[in-house]
């Protein structure tokens, strides 16, 4: 009997023991999913996943906690089923798409769509959003198509969804119809940061962007606070890019982001923004550049800023048509939740007036990260209100931002967008507008936009010829140097002339350069070249480059010597009165002039015939053509190609003294005049 009653005890110890287990068990979970919910409802997502992963880690269907909501008040047409585990799934999937991981999100989501419709009504409507995200197109679309046969509501949920299945017919036409290999886009490395995006230029060699990387001890409870900030780096080709931070001035826990900067680069303007869980106050920020550095960032004036709304990403452009400062806000009197908006600006960089761009870029969606490239006179933007490939999509449209005329935006397609958000494009050609350049996305990113350098395939065939000068003569031999206009130093192709004077070049992505033509003798030759271009093949003949020869120093010494003989002889007299046949004396100074010609086959000499002042004008012209051919039939004899002698028949034009004296005729003064005179023109 004793022994029966201990066993009793022991069994009502026991189960006392596995009671009080369970619900210290039941209240440790508990504690997990009330803090979660906490979390989410601060917007805190991503603090909130890990709540959730870590409650339903352990709780399963079957579990007794895992029971019906009595804390929610019940709606009509919800089950009294749905029970904390529903919600934790379907609330996990929430803040990893809110996280923009839509791996997990697809993951939780299939879960949460699996429950009874009523449930969580939104819940495959998102699972397809997610599928799509994922580049799982087929299966997006029957989920969507799903969720429209069972959803009901006239909501923005419904529109959402009418735009998806146009985002997933839009990917299935891209699919068959463009040319995904036009373009390459790569992600490089960059040193020391977790993420980074919203590249601009600086210079044609510099980028600043954002960058995010954990700052210890600077968040709450000395928690690692993640800040967005501002950095620049000389992106190298094939090589980890070293950023470095762009400015000196205190931030504090404010993030910055997006900056765009002035013609002469002595201006900048970007974002800041409050790091405060699902907020963002932000708004637009100038620095000027100084002697002694960037001054303390100070707000724009409340036209750009309006009190209690949203403004961001600045982008200024400069032109003959004036000022104007691009950004994203969220202001009454737009066309959707964020709208692209432009401020004019005056010489001085004070706004003038803020105006909405229109609907015709506008959408009712979102309109973030405006670029304006001059040259093609083109906006590019991103938009999550069109059809596109989802998400946010990059866009773009030609028009005039003074008289806010605008064509119909175009999607720039599969090639520069992806299934995920695709923000930030940035040329880096001033000509060619998708020739290189950046964007930023987070198409290979479970979280976090990354940047991306992007370059158009495509190549140009240079031609040309390289000549003589003198006599137009392909020269055969000669190096010719290519370099990139932007960056001088930068070697794109050497090579030499065949034996026609011509040369062939293959480039690629290059849209300004210049050619440097050399040979052994001749004076170097260079000219520079714009190309403009669309994808693919392009091809440009130069005009000839022609070398003109090298002085010959001998050639001057020698030429010097005999041109001082050969024109003293001819100041002794070198004609008889209405002659033209060469006196014999004149003969031993040709002779040598021939020697001269002989020698350096090179040169070509020009011949000016004179007379006295004797007769009208129009005989002397003949008398002096006369003179001059008699002179050059002589350098023939000896030799001479009769195309290195040039002529010219001046008469009475130019006496070298006068040929009077106190009014008296001097014919001695007239002899010397009756001449002609050698010029050496080329060598």
């Not at 009997?1 to 066993?7: A, D, G, N």
């Not at 780096?233 to 890019?241: F, G």
């Not at 000022?323 to 908006?341: A, E, I, Q, V």
Request: aromatic share 12%; charged share 25%.
């Amino acid at each position: 009997m004793k022994t029966r009653s201990l066993k009793k005890i022991v069994l009502l110890i026991g189960c006392f023991l596995f009671c009080m287990a369970a619900i210290k068990a039941q209240r440790s979970n508990s504690g997990y999913f009330n803090h979660g919910n906490q979390l989410f409802n601060r917007k805190d997502y991503y603090a909130a996943a890990q709540y959730y992963e870590k409650y339903l880690a352990l709780v399963k269907n079957t579990d007794p906690v895992a029971q019906p909501f009595a804390v929610e008040k019940k709606v009509k047409g919800r089950p009294a089923t749905r029970n904390s585990r529903w919600l934790a799934v379907y609330r996990l999937a929430e803040c990893y798409r809110l996280c923009h991981d839509y791996a997990q999100a697809e993951r939780w989501y299939k879960e949460a769509a699996s429950y009874p419709a009523t449930a969580f009504p939104l819940a495959e409507y998102w699972y397809g959003v997610s599928l799509r995200a994922n580049g799982k197109y087929e299966e997006a679309m029957q989920a969507v198509t799903k969720f429209q046969e069972t959803y009901s509501t006239m909501d923005s949920n419904l529109t959402g969804a009418d735009r998806e299945i146009k985002n997933l017919r839009f990917i299935t036409d891209e699919i068959k119809s463009s040319d995904k290999d036009s373009f390459v886009i790569s992600q490089p490395e960059i040193s020391g940061l977790g993420s980074a995006y919203a590249a601009s230029s600086l210079n044609v060699d510099t980028i600043v962007f954002t960058g995010i990387r954990p700052e210890g001890g600077a968040g709450q409870q000395g928690k690692d606070y993640y800040n967005n900030r501002l950095y620049q780096a000389l992106p190298v080709e094939n090589s980890t890019i070293l950023p470095e931070p762009f400015r000196s001035h205190p931030q504090g826990t404010a993030h910055e982001g997006m900056s765009s900067f002035s013609q002469d680069g002595k201006r900048m303007f970007f974002t800041r923004w409050d790091g405060k869980p699902g907020q963002k106050n932000a708004a637009i920020y100038e620095s000027q550049r100084t002697d002694t550095g960037w001054s303390q960032p100070a707000k724009l004036t409340g036209d750009v800023n309006k009190e209690g709304y949203n403004s961001a990403q600045p982008f200024i452009t400069e032109s003959l048509e004036g000022k104007y400062l691009l950004f994203s806000s969220d202001r009454p009197g737009g066309m959707g939740n964020y709208d692209l908006w432009y401020a004019e600006m005056d010489s001085g960089y004070h706004v003038l007036f803020v105006r909405n761009m229109g609907e015709t870029i506008n959408s009712p969606g979102d309109e973030q990260s405006p670029f304006f490239h001059e040259n093609s006179r083109t906006l590019v933007f991103s938009s999550n209100g069109r059809p596109g490939m989802g998400g946010f999509d990059i866009y773009y449209a030609k028009g005039n931002i003074s008289l806010s005329n605008w064509e119909r935006p175009v999607n720039a397609g599969m090639a520069v967008n992806s299934s995920r958000d695709d923000l930030y494009f940035c040329s880096t050609d001033s000509v060619n507008l998708w020739n290189t350049g950046w964007l930023s996305s987070d198409r290979s990113s479970d979280c976090c936009l990354a940047l991306f350098s992007f370059r158009e395939v495509n190549s140009q065939y240079v031609a040309g010829r390289v000549v003589d000068c003198r006599n137009r003569q392909p020269l055969e031999g000669v190096e010719v140097t290519l370099t990139e206009q932007r960056h001088p130093g930068k070697l794109l192709k050497k090579i030499n002339t065949d034996e026609h004077g011509e040369y062939h070049v293959e480039l690629h992505n290059t849209s300004t350069f210049r050619i440097l033509a050399e040979k052994k003798g001749y004076n170097p030759a260079s000219s520079e070249y714009v190309l403009h271009f669309k994808t693919g093949n392009d091809t440009l003949v130069n005009e000839d480059i022609c070398l003109s020869a090298e002085p010959d120093t001998n050639l001057i010494k020698d030429a010097a010597g005999v041109l001082q003989f050969l024109n003293k002889s001819q100041e002794l007299g070198g004609f008889a009165y209405k002659k033209s046949s060469l006196y014999m004396s004149s003969y031993p100074t040709l002779d040598l002039l021939a020697a001269l010609m002989n020698k350096y086959p090179t040169i070509t000499v020009r011949i000016d015939g004179y007379t006295d002042g004797i007769g009208s004008d129009e005989y002397n012209l003949r008398l002096a053509q006369a003179r001059v051919e008699t002179s050059i039939r002589y350098l023939v004899k000896k030799g001479i190609s009769r195309d290195r002698l040039k002529g010219r028949a001046l008469g009475k034009c130019c006496p070298l003294v006068p040929e009077t004296v106190n009014g008296k005729d001097d014919p001695a003064a007239r002899a010397k005049n009756r001449r002609v005179e050698y010029t050496i023109l080329t060598n």
